[in-house]
């Protein structure tokens, strides 16, 4: 089964840190973009930052820029969003997504989620 | 930037009606334009991909059409499970992806 399962959100206080982790199974990973997209409480849809199949090539909404940084380890089927000098508007669930084979915008797999909240 | 609008932001329907939600591109996207769905505390799900292509899966009731900038999502006859928020996304050349605003379909 293909899947995308979410890990390492939590409370967190202004100015720190977090890592987020996403476990991909089902399909061959490193065949695939893979982004982050976000979703704050009672609000829609952000996409939040994606990466390469080999990890060359990464993009970030301007928001994030200087403070997240998305990579991947192909060998662990693993993608990853480091999160830094967090603020209360990153409140959010972080969603992983796949980008359909041969696209890099097209999310067909999402995982669950894992929530983020970022409170003193 | 691009900028998506989606309207209308909410709409009440009735089992059955025919359905049909628009979103508008800031920018010439070509048709580079996905919809999703989306039900209380789960994730998006793709229904439609690259403006008209309907996703391995979904059901024949829904369609899009459109390329350019003007595009349209339609449900042909509303079932119970159909009650979601609908979403627009554009990914035309490079990053940022946007998402439209969001519609919220409800039960009348």
């Known amino acids: 089964e293909v899947q995308l399962v979410e890990s390492g959100g939590g409370l967190v206080q202004p100015g720190g840190s977090l890592r987020l982790s996403c476990a991909a199974s089902?399909?061959?990973?490193?065949?695939?973009?893979m982004s982050w997209v976000r979703q704050a409480p009672g609000k829609g849809l952000e996409w939040v930052a994606n990466i390469k199949e080999d990890g060359s090539e990464k993009y970030y909404v301007d928001s994030v820029k200087g403070r997240f940084t998305i990579s991947r380890d192909n060998a662990k089927n693993s993608l990853y969003l480091q999160m830094k000098s967090l603020r209360a508007e990153d409140t959010a669930v972080y969603y992983c997504?796949?980008?359909?084979?041969?696209?890099?915008?097209?999310?067909?797999?999402w995982g669950r989620g894992t929530m983020v909240i970022v409170s003193s | 930037d691009i900028q998506m609008t989606q309207s209308p932001s909410s709409l009440s329907a009735t089992v059955g009606d025919r359905v049909t939600l628009t979103c508008q591109a800031s920018?010439?996207?070509?048709?580079?334009l996905n919809w999703f769905q989306q039900k209380p505390g789960k994730a998006p799900k793709l229904l439609i991909y690259d403006a008209s292509n309907l996703e391995t899966g979904v059901p024949s009731r829904f369609s899009g059409s459109g390329s350019g900038t003007d595009f349209t999502f339609t449900i042909s006859s509303l079932q119970p499970e159909d009650f979601a928020t609908y979403y627009c996304q554009e990914y035309d050349n490079l990053p940022p992806y946007t998402f439209g605003q969001g519609t919220k379909l409800e039960i009348k």
């Open positions: 920018q010439d996207i070509t048709k580079h």
């Open positions: 997504a796949r980008a359909a084979w041969g696209s890099y915008g097209c999310f067909d797999i």
């Open positions: 089902g399909f061959i990973f490193s065949n695939y973009w």
